[in-house]
Nanobody
Framework: VQLQASGGGLVQTGGSLRLSCAAS????????TGWFRQAPGKEREFVAA????????RYADSVKNRFTISRDKAKNTVYLQMNSLEAEDTAVYYC???????????????????WGQGTQVTVSS
């Protein structure tokens, strides 16, 4: 599976961005896509994840009620709509995926097999 992340950019505090993660290759109905982010000097952390089959989602507490993850099965694309952006959201955002994952593993970086190249999100105050 190959992943292509896009949509990053520079935005002011309180603004919005939508990231996209387009997948190609062998994708089953048990496919899960997650978004992670890594700020300078920090570890890569979980942001959100969604299952292809039924749309089950998980979010990090820090982004709940601000970010929304969704999928377009026909396009094999997952989106991360980011609203009310804060300076603390500045990071490189990566999408990752795996064919088959239990819900409790959605947040675990080590469970994902495939990673995209990352897209920079910068929020200026």
């Amino acid at each position: 599976v190959q992943l292509q992340a896009s949509g990053g950019g520079l935005v002011q505090t309180g603004g919005s961005l939508r990231l996209s993660c387009a997948a190609s290759g062998h994708i089953t109905n048990r496919y899960v896509t997650g978004w992670f982010r890594q700020a300078p000097g920090k570890e890569r952390e979980f942001v959100a994840a969604i299952s292809r089959s039924d749309g089950t989602t998980r979010y990090a507490d820090s982004v709940k009620n601000r970010f929304t993850i969704s999928r377009d099965k026909a396009k094999n694309t997952v989106y991360l709509q980011m609203n009310s952006l804060e300076a603390e959201d500045t990071a490189v955002y990566y999408c990752a995926s795996k064919n088959g994952m239990i819900l409790s593993d959605f947040t675990r970086r080590s469970r994902y097999d495939y990673w995209g190249q990352g897209t920079q999100v910068t929020v200026s105050s």
